[in-house]
């Protein structure tokens, strides 16, 4: 199996570098967190948690990837390496992975925005026009090339990609107060009042935690972070940056898959940091009707059908509650 790899276009997403922060701890996922990072934890038929970032970058095109690794990496770093390197080698790009311990000129990282700071130097190498971060513990589908064009479209300094939530439900999230054109005007961290999407009643754009940011601008966003003390993307640069620089939202839901069978337009999305959440989204991908297929040939999970790399013991959830869908953080369209 090959990638999907799109052709160039304008904006390519060829001239962007994807940072795929996969080195949290995950201690609301222990024990399957004892022995390794929480993107290394086995999904289903055989695939890692990081799976799902990794085939929308590739699917979309994106063909230069930084993984950050920081907290017990070793079955992430093995996964990667058996699987993912290669795959992007034959497909003409390069995923390189670093961190503390793996680079000796890196220290430990502090935060989203610290991480990236310290990789800045690898990053720039690649020379790209924008600078795309993503996380790597979310099951779902994305066009990136969709994500990509709306930045460019908006000349934003950064874009934030948003899930529409039930306002009753975005208390649970980081939500993302906006103008009728989409621009971020203020975070609400939280909040016990959240504010609605204009002219969208009962409505409310909560943030995924995928970013893209213009690369001319990246380096000094990042140094004014540095001399701040601010260390994390979601909680200290982005509000930071509202008050002089053109910050957008990306709204998910309109995200469809151009290439996907049978006119696919299901947008799902689930954040599964925790066990009950990691345990529905095993159920909702592994039954009859899977939320999405893994299988579909026009938008595949690569890894689905590849020979599993040697792995840590896989404990078993068995205390892990159902959940409402949005409550544990879930999108289903």
């Known amino acids: 199996m090959s990638f999907l790899l799109a052709e160039a ?18 201690s609301r996922l222990r024990p399957l967190t004892q022995e390794q990072a929480k993107p290394a934890i086995e999904f289903v038929h055989g695939l890692r948690i990081i799976d799902f970032a990794l085939s929308n970058l590739a699917n979309s095109g994106v063909r230069r990837v ?16 058996r699987f993912w390197q290669p795959f992007f ?20 990282f502090e935060g989203t925005a610290d991480a ?6 690898r990053v720039g190498a690649w020379r790209p026009k924008t600078v795309s971060v993503f996380a790597a513990d979310h099951v779902y589908r994305m066009d990136v090339r969709q994500f990509l064009a709306e930045h460019h479209a908006r000349r ?11 306002q009753a439900e975005a208390s649970e999230f980081g939500v993302l107060v ?32 995928n970013y893209v940011f213009d690369a001319a601008r990246f380096g000094g966003i990042l140094e004014r972070a540095r001399l701040a003390g601010h260390t994390d993307f979601g909680r200290d640069v982005l509000p930071a940056l509202l008050a002089h620089a053109s910050v957008h939202a990306y709204d998910f839901s309109a995200n469809r898959l151009a290439r996907a069978a049978h006119g696919e337009r299901t947008v799902y999305w689930r954040d ?25 040939a026009a938008w595949p999970v690569p890894s689905f059908r590849a020979p599993a790399p040697a792995r ?3 404990a078993r959830v068995e205390r892990a509650a159902r959940e409402p869908m949005l409550g544990s953080a879930a999108l289903v369209v």
């Open 89 to 108: 080698v034959n497909a003409g790009g390069e995923l390189v992975i670093a961190g503390p311990g793996i680079d000796a000129d890196i220290e430990r």
């Open 66 to 81: 930084l993984v950050a690794v920081q907290y017990k990496p070793a079955s992430l770093i093995d996964h990667l390496r």
């Open 178 to 209: 906006t103008d009728r054109r989409g621009r971020v005007v203020e975070f609400q961290e939280k909040p016990a009042q959240p504010r609605v999407i204009p002219d969208r009643p009962g409505e409310c754009f909560v943030s995924m935690g």
């Open 9 to 26: 276009s304008s904006p390519s997403p060829a001239d962007t570098v994807a940072v795929v922060m996969a080195g949290g701890e995950g």
């Open 116 to 121: 990236v700071g310290r990789l800045m130097g």
């Open 156 to 166: 934003a300094t950064a874009t934030i990609a948003a899930l529409t939530v039930p």
């Open 272 to 296: 599964v940091g925790t066990l009950p959440a990691l345990d529905a989204a095993r159920r909702e991908m592994s039954g009859r009707q899977p939320a999405f297929s893994l299988d579909d």
């Open 312 to 314: 840590a013991p896989v």
